[in-house]
């Protein structure tokens, strides 16, 4: 399984990204898809992820700016970032999870930066 992220840059508070997560395989053969961030000295959060049945959860700080998407058909999930903080300043990686036979497996993305000036 690959992931592959792109997208990220840098923009000016306020203003907007969108970073995509490209599988290599069915993005539901997964039981979990998402994208998770890491800025400097933090530890690795969750942002944005589709769920088992199709659910989105979102970390707090995000809800009401970010919005996660996928086009089946590319195998591709998106994270739409309206907005932006400097405090949004992470890389971005994407993350997949999948349970088989009682035994999971967690894929990462090689993840992408997104910097926020104020």
């Known amino acids: 399984v690959q992931l592959q992220a792109s997208g990220g840059g840098s923009v000016q508070a306020g203003e907007s990204l969108r970073v995509s997560c490209a599988a290599s395989?069915?993005?539901?053969?997964?039981?979990?898809i998402g994208w998770y961030r890491q800025a400097p000295g933090k530890q690795r959060e969750l942002v944005a992820a589709f769920t088992s049945g199709g659910s989105t959860l979102y970390a707090d700080s995000v809800k009401g700016r970010f919005t996660i998407s996928r086009d089946s058909a590319k195998n591709t999930v998106y994270l739409q970032m309206n907005s932006l903080k400097p405090e949004d300043t992470a890389v971005y990686y994407c993350?997949?999870?999948?349970?088989?036979?009682?035994?999971?497996?967690?894929?990462w993305g090689q993840g992408t930066q997104v910097t926020v000036s104020s």
């Open positions: 993350n997949a999870g999948r349970i088989e036979r009682g035994s999971t497996s967690i894929y």
């Open positions: 395989g069915s993005i539901f053969s997964f039981n979990a």
